[in-house]
């Protein structure tokens, strides 16, 4: 038998520079792999802290930095209940809200607007009353002043914010 020997005529060491340049790619796809990840599980936070009503300043804003769990509106809220950050926007939003008599008394004094000064056009106030009802916040309401105030200056309404 013959004993053969392998010669070495090349480096082992040096990678062929075709293998190098796949490399190179491969670390570069790896990259934006690992970037598109991250810019998802920030995209799902967002949404998740979005879906649970959580404030994008104040103690919101610092909740939203330093929270690390789940990133599902039920984990979050969990969280900023548990610190009291939905607690005070939720107080705020039910005192914000438009109770059904305080949208009778709305009602009343814009049908007593109307039949005394007879300026406005029925169905603007119409309109306006009918879109205040179908208001479930005060942002909602808010928008309808709007606008109902640039769309319709007759109904004497002033717009938010001009006071």
């Known amino acids: 038998m013959e004993n053969f020997e392998l010669e070495e005529t090349e480096d082992t060491n040096v990678l062929d520079p075709n293998i190098r340049k796949q490399l190179r790619e491969a670390q570069k796809v790896a990259q934006e792999v690992q970037s598109s990840r991250d810019q998802l599980a920030t995209l799902q936070k967002e949404l998740a802290f979005a879906k649970a009503g959580i404030p994008e300043d104040g103690v919101g804003a610092l909740l939203r930095v330093a929270y690390q769990g789940e990133n599902t509106p039920e984990a979050v809220k969990a969280e900023a209940a548990k610190y ?50 179908d208001a479930n916040s005060e942002k909602d309401a808010m928008a309808v002043i709007t606008k109902f105030a640039r769309s319709n200056p007759e109904l004497g309404i002033t717009p938010p914010g001009s006071f």
């Open 84 to 133: 009291g950050v939905l607690s005070n926007s939720d107080t705020q939003s039910q005192n914000n809200s438009v109770s059904d008599s305080e949208l009778d008394s709305f009602r009343r004094v814009a049908g007593a607007a109307t039949s005394a000064g007879g300026n406005p056009p029925v169905d603007a106030g119409q309109a306006f009353l009918a879109e205040m009802g």
